[in-house]
């Protein structure tokens, strides 16, 4: 399956029982809502595919793994409505990757803000470079990590969530992600990093599919009402988002 246009691009491969999902967008593999609605679709579909065990999630390039919301669409947001809809295209997408009967395995090669440390927080085990390193800067545009948090907290608790969204202008390395528990492994390079991907998820396809899928239902016990808690948070971050203060730091990052 191969997906592209202006809003980006989704591409899945299947082999050897292993579905390799990559996203992409321009502006440092950012999210707009369709690109969102697209890979939350291709999840929903790809769990309840008989030929696949496993899934690898990564985003294209050598730059960025993922610089989180299109900002683009937030400046677009014009009424309550619109920012909760906007915002309930990362609830749908943690959702997704929650409930998705298969493993998800990350692959972060670059850095990642905001909405891509949700994504990173949500797989169920992720590889990553050492300058994949992590910010959520919600907070410095006038919003918050609202969406994101409980997949973000059950990763790497509350005390570092704190950490992470009070220094909204900071960035955490690598090792940092590795010791909180965010990452599983850290690699230099990133043939190192592939390389052990490969062979992680080449064992983990050869493992009983049932077995899996109970697994990662224990991984997820507890998170039955997040399918409320996530919409709630994505109108909480709708209203914050048409602020006078958000508005000015938008259009201010935007002329970075």
Known sequence: MSVQDSNGSLTTIIKNKIATLQFAHPASNSFPRQLLDLLTAELNKLSENSEVSVIILKSEGSGAFCAGASFDELLAVTNLEEGKY????FAHLINAMRRCKKIIVGRVHGKTVGGGVGIASACDYVFASKNASIKLSE???????????PAVSRKIGKTALAEMTLSAHEWKSADWALAKGLYAATYEKTEELDEALVNFCAK??????????EMKKVFWEGTENWDQVLIDRAAISGKLVLSDFTRNALEQFKKQ
Do not use: D, R, T
């Open 139 to 149: 907070l410095a545009i006038g919003i918050g990590p609202f969406v994101i948090e």
């Open 204 to 213: 983990l396809a050869n493992y009983n599919p049932e077995a899996l899928v």
């Open 86 to 89: 906007f915002f309930s295209g």
